[in-house]
């Protein structure tokens, strides 16, 4: 298996450009996962889907970020308006009932 | 509420040298633990995982950890620390198809 896939690896933008981060579960898995990585604050979960359906999504740190999961084989992550504190690297993951796998992530800069 | 403490934010090891990484938990119920690795520009690697049973846990590349109720820790340990082992380290715990918390994760360097 090619494990999860996330697109861009890197994304440069510009203060208040839309940003949309994509990702690719592993198949079968049951449930994907948002994450944001920072210095300051670690790896925080955003947002998690079980059988594509919006769980938890009291990480999302304001209506900016929204996430959706069309199907069982994709999702994704957009952010606008982008914001320089946006500024992060995000990683998707997706789970087994015993283990979660974590993509490469994504690193965005927001200038 | 679930939480991890981490307390070593940075440790420095020589190669060759014993390592242990602490991790303490907090859980209401019976834990489900894990140990993620790191690298830089990386994703997270699974090491190893506790969910019941035998209380020394077996990992990938040499490492091991060992589950401690009475403590609520779990920390992780390898006998000979190798150069390519420097990285951060990652303590977490939940249940896996739902929400992970993590610690603030360990850094861990190796002088040759």
């Known amino acids: 298996d090619a494990g999860v896939i996330q697109s861009p690896r890197h994304e440069v933008t510009e203060m208040g450009q839309e940003v949309t981060l994509r990702c690719k579960p592993i198949?079968?898995?049951?449930?994907l996962f948002w994450y944001r990585q920072t210095m300051m604050r670690g790896l925080e979960l955003l947002i998690y889907?079980?059988?594509?359906?919006?769980?938890?999504d009291s990480g999302m740190p304001e209506d900016r970020f929204s996430a959706k999961m069309p199907n069982a084989s994709f999702s994704t992550l957009k952010i606008q308006p982008s914001e320089p504190r946006d500024s992060a690297v995000y990683f998707c993951?997706?789970?087994?009932?015993?283990?979660?796998?974590f993509g490469p992530g994504t690193r965005l800069l927001v200038l | 509420a679930q939480s991890v403490t981490q307390p070593d934010i940075h440790i420095t090891v020589s190669e060759g040298a014993s390592l242990e990484l602490r991790c303490n938990y907090s859980?209401?119920?019976?834990?489900?633990l894990f140990w993620y690795v790191q690298s830089p520009g990386q994703g997270l690697q699974l090491l190893l995982k506790?969910?019941?049973?035998?209380?020394l846990v077996q990992g990938i590349k040499g490492f091991e950890a060992e589950f401690k109720r009475s403590q609520s820790s779990f920390n992780l340990r390898k006998p000979s620390v190798h150069w390519s082992d420097a990285a951060e380290y990652f303590c977490?715990?939940?249940?896996?198809?739902?929400?992970?918390?993590f610690g603030k994760g360990t850094k861990l360097s190796v002088i040759p």
């Open positions: 993951a997706s789970s087994t009932k015993e283990t979660q796998y």
């Open positions: 198949s079968g898995h049951n449930s």
């Open positions: 889907f079980n059988n594509n359906v919006p769980i938890d």
């Open positions: 859980y209401g119920a019976t834990p489900y």
């Open positions: 506790y969910f019941s049973g035998d209380t």
């Open positions: 977490a715990v939940g249940p896996p198809s739902y929400q992970l918390t």
